[in-house]
């Protein structure tokens, strides 16, 4: 069987890495089951046969793959008859650093206490630890006042919501990687935290919802938060 | 003959709309000649037919077209034949709101006050009116301190430069519609100011240099300034 290494909490069936989101729905929308193994970020020797450090890993077969541009790729390549993720739309490359420089580093300073909060206990040490390096200030420092921020967050995400009142996915009709990519990020968000970061009639909510209801509700089933 | 109504500055060969430029590299993608008629603010009446008061517009036979993406939708459908613009990357949609609501109401802020003295006497008096007005702000006041938001301005750029340090062109291997809507804005720059928005060993800056050459070099023959 195909196997997905994926990021979980203490809880292993929280599962809620946005690039390890991006490739559980690629591999939904391909059809393709996996079995989905709860990794811990502490647990670097599990994978260490992939060459290094992070997940998503997929093994399928004789092939491992990391890293989700990578692995999207590899889908694309080794099922051409499964459905498309319009990965060969070029424009799906910057939506990825869209989602990458802009978005997931003002979503991680709304969502660094909720995950620390929902991690083992061995694993709570390495993230505040390697965390509060990256940030230089403790993760309750980062975190401090991101109510006041979340105008300035919804503010920044015209291009997304002008682009979702105007077609049902990113990727147009139907979705594709681009919508797995900025999916995953908030499904990051919405598995491991209860804070609201949409209001309810914003065009990004119904765009969400209907990445939640997906592929059988796929992702809407996942453990999480309902906000 | 086809012809397109193109924004232009006291000299009329000085063609700067980001909107125009957007088609006229279309035109120029698709291989169809057309007479660039050039138009001034003030010249409403010259495009009365076209029931808005706004270029590009574009007169095809029996067919009158404007707003850009329209015209770009129009190409597409009447010349299928021809290089395609690839508009049915969904993403497009994105790149289109990215340009109009973070690029260009930066970069308007550089070129205010060079718009403002290319224009003919009469544009200079309606584009100072009507730009303070929406400003609230003197010309003067709005370009203020340019420099200093330079390094801002091309931090803002990320996303663009990573995915062109990756791939040829934002569509991918060949320019698409979201390479001449991105080149669009910095040709608006090009066209009117001599203000140097990049730095020389910017990916973006190479990408620009491709666009200048393509179809003959048909944008970097533009009159313009070279920054």
């Given at each position: 069987m195909r196997k997905l290494y994926?990021?979980?909490?203490?809880?292993?069936?929280?599962?809620?890495?946005?690039?390890?989101?991006?490739?559980?729905?690629?591999?939904?929308?391909?059809?393709?089951?996996?079995?989905?193994?709860?990794?811990?970020?502490?647990?670097?020797?599990?994978?260490?046969?992939?060459?290094?450090?992070?997940?998503?890993v997929l093994v399928d077969g004789e092939n491992t793959v990391s890293d989700s541009w990578k692995i999207a790729e590899y889908l694309e390549a080794e099922y051409p008859d499964a459905p498309s993720l319009k990965l060969e739309n070029g424009e799906v490359m910057f939506i990825?650093?869209?989602a990458e420089t802009v978005l997931n580093p003002e979503l991680i300073k709304f969502l660094l206490l909720d995950i620390h909060q929902h991690l083992t206990a061995e694993d709570k040490i390495y993230f505040r630890e390697s965390r509060e390096k990256l940030f230089g200030k403790t993760l309750e420092e980062v975190v401090k006042g991101r109510e006041e921020?979340?105008?300035?967050?919804?503010?920044?995400?015209?291009?997304?919501?002008?682009?979702?009142?105007?077609?049902?996915?990113?990727?147009?009709d139907s979705p594709g990687f681009s919508d797995y990519i900025v999916f995953g990020s908030f499904q990051w968000a919405r598995?491991?935290?209860d804070f609201s970061l949409l209001q309810t009639e914003d065009p990004i909510c119904e765009w969400r919802k209907k990445m939640l209801d997906l592929h059988d509700g796929f992702a809407g089933k996942a453990v999480g938060y309902s906000v």
């Open positions: 994926d990021l979980a909490g203490a809880d292993e069936n929280r599962r809620f890495s946005p690039y390890c989101w991006r490739i559980r729905m690629s591999l939904a929308h391909k059809g393709l089951a996996a079995d989905y193994l709860p990794w811990r970020f502490t647990e670097k020797e599990k994978i260490q046969f992939s060459g290094q450090e992070r997940v998503p990825k650093f869209w921020r979340l105008p300035g967050f919804q503010k920044m995400l015209t291009p997304l919501r002008l682009t979702l009142k105007k077609q049902n996915f990113l990727a147009g598995c491991i935290s």
